[in-house]
């Protein structure tokens, strides 16, 4: 398989199409597998089923445009050793929408099983969900813990009481109690501090993990004190959590696990940094602004009557050089000052504020005590239509964005370009295929392109922009070729229904539950249809189910449905550079398993099937309840 083009002056190249193509996934293409002519949706009211249970699968058939599609489709549902169990062919019941109900037989094998859903048996699945079928074992043992009042401290002791007791009534007595202690940053900050950031931006913290120095055992009413210190750490202003995870050990062995998350103080000053603006919603051009306190080695206000500060801008470039006959390259960072100044925090009243105004790009503020060896902290930000990928750390990545997060057809898509040297970029929108291609000349920092949002593609496309700039051996510089994607989002507000359901706060057992259902976003006459479940919450956490969400499938990013290749690999090897090494992977769908405890009780799943909402966008559904207690 191989492409030539040449001209009539005589210019020659060719393509090798059986390497491998471009790995893009470091540069935002990911997202599901592009869908063929049709895709689906399928989906059961739970995740996992006892042998001898009913499954209730529900399957939703569009075509490629998003409309519902009648042809019949099969359902294969093959058992956890990969042996085809049982299919069914599924007609369409209206809008696209499908049911069944699959009984399993009470000696059914346990394990991962798959729904695949097929438009011809003999061809890939459209579309498959996978549920466990188990045998649940419930858990003898329950375990809480009460963690202390106070922080872990350097040096200190602290305790977590642990109670211990057997789910069928008596306290888990003269049973041992092991754990480890896991000293990790803290997502939550620091209390009272609420989006202050401490401590350096650039700074990683690695994780460090110790058992416990003594084991404990339960008394006689099952409670224990276990005795907590905290591992050697480093220093640092980045507020740390402890997560403290006990084992409670059965006679025979079999243990339950429960874990409590603990504060960290290190006992030190340190300097907190809060930016007036959430996330990357700083456009070109504006202010930033800063909240700046200082907080005493106790965690509490102190005055700093002089602390500096500077806004720096982040230029990554990249420093080729030649080694041993071979071309490699680093990264190389230059940081330009854009402001700087003076301020005093004070112990009490309102925070000290910096303001400065920033263009495209990304920045870095840094505040710092007067005293050398005192508190400094710092926080990057990006300015502008900036993007993750001029964080990266390859040459061979450009820097693209795109100026909304969504748009409509119709509307003009700007393309931002961030190049220090210019060149020759050629700029494609693609999705199952190429949708559009076009060349523009870049300048040295980088441009902006007009894309036209066109119909037709589904719930988005790529953009990819390739620059190139040619080989020059008076200078000794190779030829550069950088690739950047982005993906461009269609607004699904108008495609998108909106569920409402007003069931009761409570119910008592063996009665009859009403939920009443409304939909909204339908036009005047349109059709819908609906299902429902009602399932026990411990059935769901013990695989951590997650409510099904068509929207998210059907307008959800899409891999690149086509492939990217090039001779630049080819023209670098020729002047004895190294060659990249692509990358490749796959979406491993391994088996599931079990996240929780089981429920004790006999299982309550119901489901609705397929109800038809009235013309008001309502419905009601009932279900009669069993004997309960949950």
Do not use: C
């Amino acid at each position: 398989a191989l492409l030539v083009a040449e001209s009539d002056s005589g210019e020659y190249a060719f393509l090798d199409l059986t390497t491998g193509a471009f790995d893009l996934t470091d540069r935002g293409v990911t997202g599901r597998e592009a869908p063929g002519p049709l895709d689906g949706y399928v989906y059961t009211e739970r995740g996992v089923y006892r042998p001898g249970e009913n499954v209730q699968i529900a399957a939703l058939v569009r075509d490629k445009a998003g409309r519902a599609a009648s042809l019949p489709v099969t359902l294969i549902v093959t058992r956890p050793d990969g042996v085809e169990y049982r299919r069914f062919t599924l007609n369409d019941q209206g809008l696209g929408g499908r049911e069944l109900t699959l009984p399993l037989a009470g000696t059914a094998m346990t394990g991962t099983w798959r729904a695949k859903l097929h438009a011809d048996p003999e061809s890939d699945p459209i579309t498959q969900v996978s549920f466990l079928v188990e045998d649940f074992v419930p858990e003898r043992l329950d375990l809480k813990l009460e963690p202390p009042a106070g922080a872990l401290v350097p040096g200190e002791t602290q305790i977590i009481k642990a109670a211990g007791r057997y789910l069928y009534g008596p306290p888990a007595q003269d049973l041992a109690i092991e754990g480890d202690i896991v000293v990790k940053p803290s997502g939550k900050g620091v209390a009272g501090y609420d989006g202050y950031q401490f401590g350096q931006a650039e700074e990683s913290i690695e994780p460090v993990r110790k058992p416990l120095d003594a084991a404990a055992t339960t008394d006689a009413e099952g409670n224990a004190d276990v005795v907590v210190t905290l591992p050697p750490v480093p220093q640092t202003a980045k507020p740390l959590e402890a997560s403290v995870i006990l084992r409670l050990r059965e006679t025979g062995g079999r243990t339950i696990e429960r874990s409590v998350s603990i504060p960290v103080d290190l006992q030190q000053a340190r300097i907190g940094i809060k930016p007036l603006f959430k996330g990357q919603d700083l456009d070109e051009n504006q202010m930033a602004g800063f909240e700046v306190v200082m907080l005493d080695d106790k965690g509490k206000r102190a005055a700093a009557p002089s602390l500096s500060w500077r806004l720096v801008q982040l230029d990554t470039s990249w420093q080729w050089y030649r080694r041993d006959g071979q071309w490699n390259y680093e990264p190389v960072t230059l940081t330009r000052k854009v402001a700087d100044g003076t301020l005093a925090a004070s112990a009490d009243g309102a925070p000290a504020k910096i303001e400065s105004r920033v263009s495209y790009g990304r920045y870095r503020l840094e505040v710092a005590s007067a005293d050398p060896s005192g508190p400094a902290s710092s926080v990057a930000f990006n300015a502008g239509w900036y993007s993750a990928s001029g964080e990266s750390e390859s040459p061979e990545i450009l820097d693209v964005a795109l100026d909304r997060a969504s748009y409509k057809p119709g509307d003009t898509a700007k393309l931002r370009i961030a190049a220090k040297q210019g060149g020759k970029a050629l700029v494609s929108v693609l999705s199952g295929g190429l949708l559009s291609m076009q060349e523009a000349d870049v300048a040295n920092g980088g441009g902006e392109i007009e894309v036209k949002v066109g119909d037709g593609w589904g719930p988005g496309a790529y953009v990819t922009a390739i620059l190139y700039r040619p080989m020059e051996e008076s200078l000794k510089r190779m030829p550069s070729r950088a690739i950047g994607v982005a993906w461009l989002g269609l607004d699904q507000a108008a495609n998108t229904l909106n569920v409402a359901l007003t069931p009761p706060e409570k119910i008592k057992s063996a009665t009859t539950l009403t939920i009443p259902v409304k939909i909204g976003g339908l036009a005047a006459g349109e059709e819908a249809r609906v299902t429902l479940a009602a399932v026990d919450l411990g059935i769901l956490n013990l695989t951590r189910y997650q409510a099904p969400a068509p929207e998210d499938w059907f307008y959800a990013q899409r891999r690149m449905g086509l492939e990217i290749r090039d001779l630049y690999g080819r023209l670098i090897d020729g002047m004895r550079a190294e060659r990249g090494s692509l990358r490749s992977g796959g979406d491993g769908s391994g088996d599931m398993g079990l996240q929780g405890s089981p429920p004790v009780e006999e299982t309550v799943a119901l489901f609705s099937g397929i109800v038809q909402v009235g013309a008001d966008g309502t419905a009601s559904v009932d279900f009669d309840m069993p004997s309960f207690n949950g």
